[in-house]
């Protein structure tokens, strides 16, 4: 790390202390309960939840048509993954969500960007894209429709527009959001334009596009359940309205499961980034 990143960290550390409420204290109670236990404690509720859903249902208070037990859905998966169903459709979904997620990511970084360092850019671009983030997936789909058909490009397209957005807001806040005096100090020390994007406003706004990464994460499986409503023919989405048809509640339930799992998962790969990108930033890598 370099001087100037150096007394880069620890302005911005001297920063997070006034506005964020950083506290040793809190940073002392989470060391005491120890990582592995923090990990613990936030699978608690989820266990106990399906705990008491068993339970339930096989004491007959849960109706296997309503709602069936957590054992009968596991036996449900076993039996679709045996016959490689369960697996195509889970990579089929998953590789339109990784398609529409790199065209949203790369759309909204590049929009975030351009509005987060030019007022000129903000005033052409920012109003238009506040009335179409507005608007709601299913509002849109009629129209995408007709743009695209229901083929593979009408999927893709409906996530990666729920994916541009949040990438988009947040990383326009996060560059808006750069300690000024981070970038007087570059100044002082002689960094050019380039440099000062590069090594201080693109770091300081790391944590604000990462957290719009998590967020995009999550309205990509969101825009995908509703894209593969439409016209499927493969995929989880359309696998729980086959499921519909045929009232096949476990694997309603089954697809469920498996969008917490997916969400989970990218929630977790979100995280790791983090820690990894933000080993300098005291609330990240000084707290792993």
């Known amino acids: 790390m370099t001087n100037i990143e150096q007394i880069a960290a620890t302005v911005e550390f001297d920063r997070l202390k006034r506005t964020d ?10 060391f005491k309960l120890g990582k592995r236990g923090l990990q613990a404690l936030s699978w608690l509720a989820p266990i106990a939840l399906v705990i008491a859903w068993e339970l339930l249902a096989q004491a007959g208070w849960l109706s296997p048509q309503v709602l069936p037990a957590p054992s009968k859905v596991v036996k449900t998966a076993i039996k679709l993954a045996a016959t490689g169903s369960l697996l195509n459709d889970f990579g089929v979904s998953l590789l339109r969500a990784i398609a529409g997620f790199a ?35 299913l509002a849109l789909l009629p129209l995408v429709i007709v743009w695209l058909g229901v083929g593979e490009a009408e999927k893709i397209f409906l996530v990666a527009l729920g994916v541009t957005f949040p990438i988009y807001v947040n990383t326009t806040l996060g560059i808006r959001q750069v300690d000024p005096k981070l970038i007087e100090l570059g100044r002082i020390q002689g960094l050019n334009s380039l440099q000062l994007i590069r090594r201080i406003i693109l770091p300081g706004a790391l944590p604000s596009i990462l957290t719009g990464v998590r967020y995009a994460l999550a309205t990509a499986w969101l825009a995908l359940v509703v894209a593969e409503t ?23 339930v089954l697809t469920i499961v498996i969008y917490a799992l997916i969400g989970v998962a990218a929630d977790a790969i979100a995280r790791l980034l983090e820690r990894r990108l933000l080993a300098w930033h005291p609330n990240y890598g000084g707290m792993r």
Do not use: H, K, W
Request: net charge neutral; hydrophobic share 45%.
């Open 103 to 137: 065209v949203g990511a790369g759309v909204g970084f590049t929009l975030g960007t351009l509005v987060g360092f030019s007022r000129i850019a903000e005033a052409a671009i920012d109003r238009s894209v506040q009335m179409i983030r507005a608007i709601p997936f």
């Open 21 to 30: 409420g950083y506290s040793s204290s809190t940073r002392q109670s989470n």
């Open 230 to 252: 439409i016209g499927a023919e493969s995929g989880i989405g359309f696998l729980a309205m086959d499921a519909r048809e045929f009232l096949r509640t476990d694997v309603i």
